[in-house]
């Protein structure tokens, strides 16, 4: 009789998409269940409790993303970030780094000082210069796609959040092109200046001319399309979904090139968008599935005690190199110090930019790139989620959040937008 019951089945059964479709659909939901409740009842940003359900379902041995992350599920993570690039390069000012060039120096010297901080603590920690200096390179980001969402669930506005997103957007534009660059060099000793430049000029090159050609075709759109439109913001998802792919194939960098044409299309439609609203709950649940993806795949990392003294000592390099970047550079920004203080802490935040580039040396050399994730994905587990805290208290600190920091107000808050 049982026998009988399961062919029926069988036969009866016609499973479209399969088991894995079902289980990160579960997955996303209770996701996204976890960062309401841990904004309304914690006061903390929704990334906190999607990269805590990741990371549980991480550690419990999650086949659904494994490393290194290949096919559809690098795609999708290449996409989220794309996304979120474009949007920040949107909104990067241009035109205030001709009237305050003190920024863009405080951009130059933080970048610097994360980088070779933290590549010589590795060097004194008996660390291979080809494995530090890849971790050196990932330090150096701060991520836009964090600090964009705690910026996002505080309301927060004001020139310590202008600076904070202006400073990560640029030094994401240095590690993605170095990254990418460096990735393809990394079984080759180039010798000479020209042979180490050339491939960082290929990235750009390459990514310059698929960011151009993205902004021109949504501009061209934007001519009689409405950017408050629903077919806009279809069509925006589907120019940086192209894009995110072409870039990838032809041997650019998918995030550089969207972040490319997010800043070439602020030039050429100056009009501002309201980014969220445009973009829709699409490029949300891409985004809440980017925290998920990274965190499930950062928790795979082989946990030790000396993995983990080295992994505190890139952390704490890195957070004290980014404040005396910001700081030093200073004087003459327009900033007072204690906002240059905010400005820094607001930059913790590492995420999915430095997944992709360290997945990038995983590729170009699988020895090497196991020595290198030993040290960078317990550390992009531990800075996506205490890195989104660290900048929630900036934001808070520096009076910029238009919500008090109390569960009650994000509470007050939600039921106000109902």
């Known amino acids: 009789m049982t026998n009988e019951l399961m062919a029926f089945w069988a036969e009866w059964a016609r499973p479209t998409a399969g088991l894995p479709i079902v289980l990160w659909s579960l997955l996303l939901a209770v996701a996204a269940a976890a960062g309401h409740l841990v904004q309304r009842y914690m006061g903390m940003p929704k990334v906190v409790g999607y990269s805590i359900v990741g990371t ?8 659904g993303a494994l490393w290194p992350l290949q096919g559809i599920s690098m795609y999708l993570l290449e996409l989220g970030v794309a996304i979120v690039l474009f949007e920040a390069g949107g909104r990067l000012p241009l035109r205030w780094f001709r009237y305050n060039p003190m920024v863009l120096l405080q951009s130059i010297l933080e970048a610097s000082l994360t980088y070779f901080g933290v590549f010589w603590a590795l060097h004194w920690l008996g660390i291979p210069d080809p494995v530090a200096n890849p971790i050196a390179l990932m330090a150096i980001v701060a991520s836009p796609a964090v600090l964009s969402r705690v910026l996002m669930d505080t309301r927060a506005s004001g020139p ?9 957007t640029l030094n994401t534009f240095y590690a993605l092109a170095l990254g990418y660059a460096q990735a393809g060099l990394i079984e080759r000793a180039p010798q000479g200046l020209v042979q180490k430049l050339y491939p960082v000029g290929v990235v750009l090159g390459l990514s310059f001319v698929v960011g151009a050609v993205m902004a021109l075709a949504l501009r061209s759109a934007l001519r009689f399309m409405s950017p408050t439109s629903e077919n806009t913001s279809i069509l925006l ?5 192209a894009g995110a792919a072409l870039t990838a194939h032809v041997g650019g960098s998918a995030p550089l090139a969207a972040l490319i044409g997010g800043v070439l299309l602020k030039q050429l ?20 599935l980017m925290f998920v993806l990274v965190s499930i795949v950062a928790a795979q990392a082989d946990w030790s005690l000396p993995v983990a003294s080295v992994v505190l000592t890139v952390i704490s390099v890195r957070f004290a190199a980014k404040i005396a970047g910001v700081a030093i550079a200073n004087p003459g920004s327009g900033a007072s ?8 802490c607001a930059m913790s935040p590492l995420s999915s930019i430095a997944l992709l580039i360290a997945s990038g040396f995983v590729t170009a050399s699988p020895l090497l790139g196991a020595m290198i994730t030993q040290v960078a994905l317990p550390a992009i587990l ?9 900048a929630t208290i900036a934001i808070h600190s520096a009076g910029e959040s238009s919500l008090p920091w109390t569960p009650e107000a994000f509470m007050t808050a939600e039921e106000t937008q109902r």
């Open 56 to 63: 549980i379902v991480g550690f419990a041995g999650f086949e």
């Open 160 to 168: 310590v959040t202008d600076r904070a997103m202006t400073l990560a």
């Open 237 to 241: 998802l589907a120019i940086i979904a």
């Open 269 to 288: 439609n100056p009009k501002p968008w309201a980014w969220p609203r445009q973009l829709g709950t699409a490029a949300s649940l891409l985004t809440m």
């Open 337 to 344: 110090w204690k906002q240059a203080l905010w400005v820094g």
């Open 382 to 390: 531990l800075m996506e989620v205490l890195g989104a805290v660290l």
